[in-house]
């Protein structure tokens, strides 16, 4: 089950403005705890190289699991479609106020 917390403001914000702090092997071993702490304050991720090569990537977990939300809402066309059309609405201030219902 995929529970949703959908902040459009972030999402336009982070299409935006997306960089990523990149970090070698050494220095992240040595700095760990920190990198960790920064990934979760700053919800940004964290590329690490060892010798040039075999990059991965630190992520808060929060993160990921957003991602997995977003590539599982994204699976279908008629979805993806339906998604890009309200952040285009929402963009324009096409906007209605209303209640959710269960």
Do not use: W
């Amino acid at each position: 089950m995929f529970r949703v917390e959908l902040d459009i403001d972030r999402i336009l914000f982070r299409c935006e403005t997306f960089r990523m702090l990149t970090i070698n092997y050494t220095d992240a071993r040595n700095q760990l705890a920190g990198l960790m702490e920064t990934a979760s304050r700053d919800r940004e991720p964290i590329t690490i190289t060892r010798n040039g090569a075999g990059k991965v990537v630190l992520l808060a977990i929060e993160e990921y699991e957003a991602m997995e939300t977003t590539l599982h809402l994204h699976s279908t066309r008629a979805n993806a479609n339906q998604i890009q059309q309200s952040l285009e609405d929402y963009a324009a201030g096409k906007i209605q106020s209303g209640e959710l219902c269960d």
